[in-house]
């Protein structure tokens, strides 16, 4: 992955769209959420890549913006062009793009009703409209665009629906930048207060996985305690301790992961759990 923030946040938020589509949905268009079919599910639409208008480096690019067919209640399904821009600088052609995406998906599905959301993370506010005018002939197109940087963190935090945590984490990644410290500090936060609240198995791991790659918890410099904390509640506690054991292929390696576990301030009936050792042997490791 390469080490520009940009780069690993935009696969960060075009990841996040997939894996939480109907999240995503319900946070940013509840109008539509209220339509859903729930007995459907939301599938993705290919084929839809545009190529960037960026730096020299990244021209040539195919980029995979989330298109989605919509099940709804009582008539056709919404296709939903949504585009999530990762800006690390002001970017004119947002508006543009956007209004490309929403035409090429029209013009695919000459039967389906378009709609559409953008999250834009860069400076300008005013990136919700998309006006083209040429001797006389005047179109304007507005669709619906959220301003990270306008959210408070406040009250991003205080709002526990599973897009807003990946709202919150990705409020966090704009202002830690490239920081490491600050970047491990937010994505230790992240993943205390995913494990403080009621999320479901699919939701933990989705919000995680977000903040993994908001965060870029895998790259250098980052702590191999965070790494491995942040595998341990994606994988699950036994599944990574039994990984962890297989490849070592020693006994020994089980007290070794128990040890960590206790360092990280597990409660030592989990550590038993995860690591197969007896609450006497883990008791032990305590003293």
Request: aromatic share 10%; hydrophobic share 40%.
């Amino acid at each position: 992955m390469s080490g520009r923030p940009h780069k690993w946040r935009d696969i960060a938020w075009k990841q996040a769209l997939v894996d939480g589509a109907k999240e995503a949905i319900e946070y940013f268009m509840p109008d539509l959420a209220s339509d859903m079919d729930k007995s459907r599910e939301i599938t993705g639409i290919t084929g839809m890549e545009l190529p960037i208008a960026g730096s020299d480096s990244d021209k040539g690019m195919q980029v995979s913006d989330v298109f989605l067919n919509v099940p709804v209640t009582g008539g056709k399904d919404w296709n939903v062009a949504c585009l999530a821009e990762q800006q690390h600088e002001h970017e004119s052609g947002f508006a543009d793009r956007m209004f490309n995406s929403l035409i090429r998906l029209m013009a695919s599905r000459p039967d389906g009703m378009v709609t559409g959301f953008a999250i834009y993370t860069g400076d300008s506010k005013n990136v919700n409209s998309y006006t083209r005018a040429c001797y006389g002939f005047e179109m304007m197109i507005k669709f619906r665009a959220f301003h990270l940087p306008s959210y408070s963190i406040g009250e991003l935090r205080e709002d526990c629906s599973p897009f807003a945590r990946v709202m919150y984490a990705g409020r966090l990644s704009l202002e830690c930048g490239n920081d490491i410290a600050m970047r491990e500090k937010y994505a230790r936060e992240l993943l205390d207060m995913t494990g403080e609240r009621g999320y479901d198995k699919r939701q933990k791991k989705f919000i995680l996985d977000f903040a993994n790659r908001i965060f870029w918890v895998e790259g250098p410099g980052m702590s191999q305690e965070l790494k491995e904390a942040f595998e341990m509640e994606i994988i699950s506690l036994e599944e990574y301790s039994k990984r962890l054991v297989k490849e070592e292929g020693m006994e020994e390696k089980a007290f070794e992961v128990a040890r960590n576990f206790l360092k990280m301030g597990l409660p030592v009936e989990q550590v038993a759990r995860g690591t197969g050792l007896s609450i006497e042997e883990i008791r032990d490791l305590r003293q």
